[in-house]
Each structure stands twice: as structure tokens, then as C-alpha cells.
T-cell receptor, first 116, second 113 residues
Framework: EAQVTQNPRYLITVTGKKLTVTCSQN?????MSWYRQDPGLGLRQIYY???????DKGDVPEGYKVSRKEKRNFPLILESPSPNQTSLYFC???????????????FGPGTRLTVL | TQLLEQSPQFLSIQEGENLTVYCNSS?????LQWYRQEPGEGPVLLVT?????EVKKLKRLTFQFGDARKDSSLHITAAQPGDTGLYLC?????????????FGKGTKLTVNP
């Protein structure tokens, strides 16, 4: 089954304790992205990757890191989480991005993170 | 400043009613997508519109892209409880200097039986 998986689905942690949220897709997609979704603010892009070893900042990259060593995986790293990073996080992937027309983005099920 | 403004923010209607939600911007978009998100899940693509004036239909859902490619609408005919969800529009901005996909804040639709 074609899908984007994220782990963990739920995480409660404390300020300053490094964490990684994994994202994996089995569709051989080149484009992957991380979003956070907050009430009243909608979906905001954190980082995206056009291909292996190619990553770029989205709209709200502060406090986050990503890596794209393999095509299928795009982990999101919070080196020192803070309470303002409490949010619902989504990973997404798409086959390609060509000339301003995005192909369908497939979203993972989400990771609900609480930082105390 | 929100690049894509969606209205209304919330909508609660009875089963069988028709409704329209809007996605507006002062900027031109090369394409617009509509997604539906159900509680506890990620957004799922409904449609992509590319050409100004384009109209696409998906069963009871009709999507329209404005002639100037600055706005889009989603019309649902005879809404059903299964249509309940958060409807998001997303677009690639041509005038922003960087071609990123941006999302509106969404319209939360509740269809009561």
C-alpha cells in the first residue's frame, strides 16, 4: 500500500530533550516536506526537500533540523525542544514538482507533540 | 499576512443544503489544490486546478479557478454528514520570489444529519 508513515504518532517530552520524528514513504517520491498545524494558524511548512541531500527552509524553520540521506526517509529533528513547538506535525511527499505545478501531496497520519 | 484567505472559517449546515467556500488572494497562483482533512488524519487531495477559469467536478463537489488565477471556490451540492471535515486550499505563488506551496487556514465544515 502506498503510504507515508510517521513515528511516533504521539509524544510527550520535556524542554531541552532532543527528539527525532521519523518519516518514510514507499512511493519513490522525490519531494518531501514537513508541516506543523496549529489552531488559528493553519498548516505551515517547516522544511522541504527536492531530492536526496537537497533541503531548504520553509516558513517556520527555527528550532528544527532535517536530513535527506535516502530518498524514502526525511526525519525531523528537534535538538532542544521548547513548549512553543507543541503542535501537530505532518510529513508529506509527492512524486515531483515541475514548473510550479505540484503533484499530489500525500500526507502522513500526523505526530502530536507536547513539550512540557 | 496570510497569502491565501479562506472563508468562511467555520460552517455548520444541515444535510441536504448547498454551500460554497472560498479561497482568495491578491497574488497570482500557477495552480491551486483543494484538500480535505478529517479529524486525526492528514489532508487528502481532492483536486488540482491549473488553468484560469477552469471548472472541475468531483461527484457533488464543484471546483472553480478564477480567471485571473487569484482565487478559487468549492461548491458542495446536497451536503452529507460524510462531507464534514476541514477543507484546505493550497497554491504555488508565482509572485512570491520563491515557488513554495502555501496553505490557507481552512474552512471547518460540519454537516448535521
Amino acid at each position: 500500500e502506498a503510504q507515508v508513515t510517521q513515528n511516533p504518532r504521539y509524544l510527550i517530552t520535556v524542554t531541552g530533550k532532543k527528539l527525532t520524528v521519523t518519516c518514510s514513504q514507499n512511493m519513490n517520491h522525490e519531494y518531501m516536506s514537513w508541516y506543523r498545524q496549529d489552531p488559528g494558524l493553519g498548516l505551515r511548512q517547516i522544511y522541504y526537500s527536492m531530492n536526496v541531500e537537497v533541503t531548504d527552509k520553509g516558513d517556520v524553520p527555527e528550532g528544527y533540523k532535517v536530513s535527506r540521506k535516502e530518498k524514502r526517509n526525511f526525519p525531523l529533528i528537534l535538538e532542544s525542544p521548547s513548549p512553543n513547538q507543541t503542535s501537530l506535525y505532518f510529513c508529506a511527499s509527492s512524486f515531483d514538482w515541475a514548473g510550479g505545478v505540484y503533484n499530489e501531496q500525500f500526507f502522513g497520519p500526523g505526530t502530536r507533540l507536547t513539550v512540557l | 499576512t496570510q497569502l491565501l484567505e479562506q472563508s468562511p472559517q467555520f460552517l455548520s449546515i444541515q444535510e441536504g443544503e448547498n454551500l460554497t467556500v472560498y479561497c482568495n488572494s491578491s497574488s497570482v497562483f500557477s495552480s491551486l489544490q483543494w484538500y480535505r482533512q478529517e479529524p486525526g488524519e492528514g489532508p487528502v487531495l481532492l483536486v488540482t486546478v491549473v488553468t484560469g477559469g477552469e471548472v472541475k467536478k468531483l461527484k457533488r463537489l464543484t471546483f472553480q479557478f478564477g480567471d485571473a488565477r487569484k482565487d478559487s471556490s468549492l461548491h458542495i451540492t446536497a451536503a452529507q454528514p460524510g462531507d464534514t471535515g476541514l477543507y484546505l486550499c493550497a497554491g504555488v505563488n508565482l509572485q512570491g520570489g520563491s515557488e513554495k506551496l502555501v496553505f490557507g487556514k481552512g474552512t471547518k465544515l460540519t454537516v448535521n444529519p
